[in-house]
């Protein structure tokens, strides 16, 4: 795809770049760049993109001809900017392909678009009959196949997805979920990493799908400190598992706690074998290890029973 190439560069007024800002609104597709800390818009200097209209003069000096589009700088503009903004000028060119191809290889985040944007932008190539920007905008996803996707989703599904709190994948699964609801789920999980946000919000699903009472549920989380919710939910979910999971740690505080010796279950429970292990440094601590670990025949038989116990996935458990 060949790109207009500029024609010249100009200094605008600030009041004037707002004004054909406010013109060339549906060229307004990208978001504001985060700005850390103390950080005032350090690429505010970045150059506005002007398209003339065609058969106007390549370089008028300080004025904007009538019929000008802002291509690209709408999020740059700062809103109290007084004085003079430096502009690329672009022959306005003909169709919208080029005039689009021009707007984002100035914002230059190929694959690193957040959806709303992704949305905006394939929107407005809808609008214009654009085709072939695509390795512009994410060239290692499907964004034909996607973005319809996206735009299934309820309203909250979709701010979610943009904020990034959870994944597409993951706002398709929780699609049963109301709005409100998924919005008090977010609220209380969110001081979850991504990856177990997604599982606590999955296993949530899950839970209220098989039939507990969503202000049950609620209720239980409003009511625990955030460190709880995460294993509220997941032993809602997984019930079997958190119990083998609990007799586990029990054994592990009641019988070998300050011993030096340390049990571990089969990985997932799916097994018939624990491991028992400990470092040694003295025929002494030898004796105190084999000791500790004698007294762990007396928890055994439980210990081994639950592994024989119901399936580790609860999909029986209705």
Known sequence: MDLIQPVGAILVPASAARELAEGSARFDLFDPPERGE????????????????????????????AGAILV???????????????????????????????????????????WPELDRICRLAEEMEVTGIAHMLDPTRDLPLLLPRYRALPDTHREALAREEIDLRTAERLGALSSPLLAELLSLGESLSFSRRRQY??????????????????????????????????????????????????????????????????ERFEGSRYRVSFDVGSPEELRRRLEAAGRLEKELDELLGILYEDPLDDTLAR
């Open 201 to 266: 919000l999955i296993a949530a699903e899950e839970v209220l799908r098989r039939g507990m009472a969503e202000e049950d549920l609620l209720g239980e989380l409003r009511g625990a400190v955030p460190a709880q919710r995460f294993e509220i939910v997941m032993a809602h979910r997984y019930p079997r598992l958190r119990r083998m999971e609990s007799l586990v740690e029990r054994v592990r505080r009641r019988t070998l706690r300050g011993t030096g010796v340390r049990i571990d279950p089969p």
């Open 72 to 114: 690209w700088g709408h999020h740059r503009l700062p809103r109290r900017a007084e004085g003079m903004i430096p502009a690329i000028l672009i022959a306005g060119g003909k169709g919208g392909t080029p005039l689009l191809a021009a707007a984002l290889a100035a914002e230059n985040r190929a694959g690193s678009y957040r």
């Open 38 to 65: 103390g950080d005032e818009w350090r690429d505010s200097c970045r150059p506005l993109v002007i398209a003339l209209p065609e058969r106007s003069p390549s370089l008028p000096g300080d004025c904007i001809p």
